[in-house]
């Protein structure tokens, strides 16, 4: 849900990066995830006070009012969320000279660092941004026989975990039987660090319940050697990508590492999709359509009946899906560009009444929770995702059997 949670996010500021207000009445206040919620209400208390010095009535009133929304419902948490938490409130213009309250409660994909309030004509999201880029989990391991380093990568931030010295001694320059006994005392001390470090890196690995797989790199063949033994869980094993070639095994290591299979990584986010564009294809292919469909009215009908596998949305898709009711006694359910495109078949001229409006890509994820379809959500960028969007419609599914929907 990882994904979901992000495109949902990224709509929620395309909104609101489209907001303007008449002057500075717009508040944004970020809450990290360490700071006491009673200390956050005291601190706006205190802007409240300040807040009828103001001069503009308007700006007055409208800065005060959503200090006080705020106020409100800060009541209902009593610390923030992991992340943190984001307020956008105040008086939007809309037409002519009218003005209406908006009102954003926020939890960011990734933790907020500082405490902010800040008063503008329109709110501030600009480090937000960063937040949506890519943010896929893999797991990072540097080694060889005298250190080791775990790390993650998410999106692009490099995490160490641990470094491990090794403690393995050297080679040494001893003849005879000696030489012989001290070799085995090295392999054995070898054996136990390289236990040690692949315990504790699968268990920081099979923590992450996105990871995407596993990077390894060092000098020397130590890293092969690692692998091939075997000496991380089974299931980490399978998710291992690829070794580097790496001059460093401390945390300089890990950023060496990640330079070094930065092709790989991108090239196995392409590959996931164009996989599945590829098993769409074969399918449409067939005579009959294979264990395929496509096109909203086709995709929805397959779901309710339970029949798909997985859905493919485009990101790109910024529709709405609208349930309306007509004075004339006319109710359905359409998708629109937006609300105001709504109308009536039986008497264009009106405008219904909106009884709900969601987000298409919403409304999609809603349905397929219901029959646990998976759904993925194809980027624009790559030359699947956009074959998606321009000859699907960005919407395709993958069925479980067929339902002769076309």
């Known amino acids: 849900m990882m994904e979901k949670r992000r495109y949902d996010f990224k709509r929620a500021l395309e909104e609101i990066r489209e907001l303007k207000g008449r002057g500075t009445e717009l508040v944004s206040v970020y809450i990290p995830p360490d700071k006491q919620i009673f200390d956050v209400a ?66 960011p994909p990734e933790p907020i660092t500082t405490f902010m309030y800040r008063c503008d004509s329109e709110f501030y999201t600009e480090k937000l941004w960063d937040m949506l880029d890519e943010k896929k989990t893999f797991g990072l391991l540097v080694i060889d026989r005298a250190e080791a380093t775990i790390g ?88 291992i990508v690829d070794t580097f070639d790496t001059g460093y095994t401390d945390e300089y290591g890990l950023k060496e590492l990640v330079e070094k299979a930065k092709d790989s990584l991108h090239e196995l986010d392409l590959m996931r999709e164009k996989e599945l564009m590829q098993r769409l294809l074969e399918e449409i292919r067939k005579a009959d359509g294979g264990l395929s469909t496509y096109g909203e009215d086709q995709v929805r009908q397959a779901l309710q009946m339970g029949a798909v596998d997985i859905l493919l949305l485009s990101e790109g898709l910024r529709k709405r899906r609208v349930t309306f009711q007509c004075s004339c006694g006319q109710a359905g359910e359409v998708t629109v560009d937006k609300d105001e495109d709504v109308k009536c078949s039986r008497c264009p001229g009106s405008s219904p009444e909106i009884i709900e409006s969601k987000d ?21 960028d790559s030359e699947e995702g956009e074959m998606l969007s321009k000859a699907f419609g960005g919407i395709a599914a993958i069925l479980r059997f067929s339902t002769g929907v076309m």
């Open 360 to 380: 298409l890509i919403d409304s999609f994820y809603e349905e397929a929770e219901k029959v646990g379809t998976t759904v993925e959500l194809l980027s624009v």
């Open 42 to 107: 005291n601190y706006l208390r205190g802007e409240l006070s300040q807040s009828q010095n103001i001069k503009s009535k308007r700006t007055n009133k409208a800065v005060s009012g959503a200090l006080e929304s705020i106020l409100a419902r800060l009541k209902y948490f009593k610390t923030p969320p992991a992340n943190g938490l984001i307020f956008f409130v105040g008086e939007v213009a809309t037409v002519g000279d009218q003005t209406k309250q908006v009102q954003y409660v926020l939890e």
């Open 152 to 239: 993650l990568l998410k999106g692009k931030r490099i995490i160490p975990v641990k470094n491990f010295p090794s403690l393995v001694p050297s080679k040494h320059s001893r003849g005879g039987q000696s030489s012989v006994r001290f070799e085995r005392l090295i392999e054995i001390a070898a054996h136990e660090f390289f236990k040690k470090v692949g315990e504790v890196a699968s268990e920081t690995f099979m923590s992450e319940s996105d990871l995407l797989g596993v990077i390894i790199g060092g000098p020397g063949a130590t890293k092969e050697f690692f692998v091939k033994e075997g000496y991380l869980h089974h299931e980490i094993q399978k998710k």
